[in-house]
């Protein structure tokens, strides 16, 4: 049986639940590259222009959020304004359940609806576990930035991967 799971547009009422989520990916791991945990209300306003342009989603389970992804801007230039990047973050206990999966069964689509061609992935390595999810959805690989960030006191090469919406 399925998990008991909703995929739904976040709101900035979601905030503090994504900022919680996201917390332990910025000062434990090199999964973001962010150094500094973002505040609920940071968080707020990135949920709400994520929405004014591409979208960010909120998977929800046993009464709270568990999970989201979003998509922003790949780059700034207008010739860039048909691709996005692309994030997933779930809670610890979520990984390798299936949500991740399922947030990009929705996210990619509504991307597509909404006009954008090229969705980009950036994966801090080694990352077997995004890598593979990624394939799985047919992103293909583009290239590594190599030592491009320093955190937790070593550099560290980002994967990016690209698919076709």
Not at 2 to 15: E, L, Q, V, Y
Not at 73 to 85: L, M, Q, V
């Amino acid at each position: 049986m399925p998990p008991a799971w909703t995929i739904r547009d976040a709101t900035p009422d979601d905030a503090a639940a994504c900022a919680a989520i996201y917390e332990p990916y910025v000062r434990d791991t090199v999964i973001s590259f962010e150094t500094e945990p973002p505040s609920a209300e940071e968080m707020a306003e990135r949920i709400k222009a994520a929405q004014a342009e591409h979208a960010w989603l909120v998977l929800e389970t046993d009464g709270g959020v568990a999970g989201y992804a979003y998509a922003t801007s790949h780059r700034t230039r207008a010739a860039y304004r048909w691709a996005c990047d692309v994030s997933i973050y779930l809670e610890t206990g979520r990984r390798r359940s299936g949500a991740g999966r399922a947030l990009y069964a929705a996210l990619l689509p509504l991307l597509r609806e909404r006009g954008y061609r090229r969705a980009l992935a950036g994966i801090a390595l080694p990352n077997d576990a995004s890598i593979g999810l990624h394939r799985s959805f047919g992103f293909t690989d583009v290239g590594v930035y190599r030592r491009i960030g320093w955190k937790l006191d070593a550099w560290h090469d980002v994967a990016w991967m690209q698919l076709d919406l």
